[in-house]
């Protein structure tokens, strides 16, 4: 009858490339959180009750793919999200405000499409998880100490120093550097500032 | 941090909306049932699209339209080992809470907060405790000057709905993420700008 609308969302062919990527996740970090007496794996269904209303059965698929920062944040700017102080006009919910609000300060902000698929492309000598490589593009490490608590067991896997450092340079050479969260006391000096000199100004 | 979900599902949608065109009154109806609500795969966010409309049927003794539909939502449900990074929201003497913004139930426990630490009485808060992390000849406080705090998925429960609760409880989670910050680069990132390994030999 009606297939999926191309303006709500992301349209077929864009982005849908990196999902075939990172849903099929073969590491050890998989997606499984639904207890496994729900699953029936021979039809790759679940039914189960929501909580919300317990008396419906909705029947689902539950990891039709998993998204990276940037496809949400991309998702919501489709949409018309922005940051403007008058938020009523485009059609995004509160939550969906908060969820961009908190995606604006990673550094999903500065990425694009192509950023994220050049990396995991580039990422195939590394031997990494599909997890780790997610985490990589959500975090963006700068450092060897931020990349550890990503990298799982990295001296079984044999990823050695080296490996480590070709990482890093990796990310710093394909991933932009992530936005500068202003501390909130610097915020107030700026607009004191701010205020003094157009003080002057309109005495003069 | 958030994976796309598919899901079928019967949808009335109320006679108030027929007007509406049939989409827009299907994803009307959509959100209000599933946005900002936790199911057992997570917590809804957004509604990525419709795939099929089926039925349009009107029940006996009903004025509204229901319909069977298809459709993708962005679910928040981040993996067990991710790396996310939150801020502080409070403590107390069982551990921290981080919040997401949107999300505001992440805990720290105590037992995964970097030892040796010690938990002593805010002095700008009196209801709050306030943990800090010695280590070596320096201690580090966790409190609302970090700005941000980097926490790996550990856990994620979904608490079943509460029958009875006290009085002053705290408001029922239905999804709790459990976090730890006892591992290189974990916590405020404040504690790692200006920091160099300790031995080559860890690799």
């Known amino acids: 009858m009606r297939g999926a609308l191309p303006n709500w969302g992301l349209t077929k062919g864009k982005g849908n490339w990196f999902h075939a990527l990172v849903s099929s996740l073969a590491s050890r970090h998989d997606q499984n959180y639904i207890p496994t007496n729900f699953l029936d794996h021979h039809k790759n269904r679940t039914y189960l009750f929501s909580p919300i209303t317990s008396d419906k059965t909705v029947r689902m698929k539950a990891n039709a793919g998993t998204l990276t920062n940037f496809e949400v944040l991309d998702l919501l700017n489709s949409r018309g999200a922005s940051n403007d102080t008058t938020r009523v006009i485009a059609p995004i919910t509160t ?14 902000c500065t990425q694009t499409l192509e950023i994220i698929t050049n990396f995991s492309d580039q990422c195939e000598d590394f031997k990494l998880a599909k997890a780790e490589i997610l985490n990589i593009i959500n975090i963006r490490p700068s450092s060897t100490v931020n990349l550890a608590s990503i990298l799982e067991e990295p001296s079984e896997r044999g ?11 990796l990310v710093e050479a394909l991933l932009p550097s992530p936005p500068i969260v202003e501390a909130r006391g ?6 004191t500032e701010e205020g003094e000199q157009l003080a002057t100004a309109v005495l003069r | 941090m958030f994976c796309l979900s598919e899901l079928e599902d019967t949808v009335r949608v109320p006679p108030s909306d027929l007007n509406l065109p049939l989409e827009v009154a299907i994803k009307k109806a959509l959100q209000k049932l599933f946005l900002d609500k936790v199911l057992s795969i997570g917590l809804c966010v957004s509604i990525y699209g419709i795939k099929s409309i089926e039925g349009g049927f009107v029940l006996p003794g009903d004025g509204a339209a229901t319909y069977k539909v298809v459709f993708r939502i962005v679910v928040f449900r981040p993996f067990v080992g991710e790396v996310i990074a939150a801020k502080f929201k409070e403590s107390d003497s069982n551990g921290l809470r981080l919040t997401l913004g949107f999300f505001e139930d992440v805990y720290v426990p105590a037992p995964l907060i970097p030892t040796p630490n010690r938990c002593e009485p805010d002095p700008y808060n009196r209801n709050q405790m306030r943990w800090v992390w010695k280590y070596g000849d320096d201690e580090f406080i966790i409190d609302d000057s970090c700005q941000q705090i980097k926490f790996r998925v550990e856990n994620i429960s979904y608490p079943p709905v509460p029958t009875e609760r006290a009085e002053d409880a705290k408001p029922f989670a239905p999804m709790v993420v459990t976090g730890t910050i006892d591992d290189d680069g974990l916590g405020p990132v404040s504690w790692w700008e200006a ?3 300790i031995s080559d030999a860890e690799d």
């Open chain 1, 95 to 108: 939550l969906e405000y908060k969820v961009y609000d908190y995606l604006m300060e990673t550094p999903a």
């Open chain 1, 159 to 169: 990823i050695d120093k080296k490996a480590k450092e070709g990482i890093l340079k």
């Open chain 1, 186 to 191: 610097e915020n107030e000096e700026e607009e």
């Open chain 2, 195 to 197: 920091c160099a390994p």
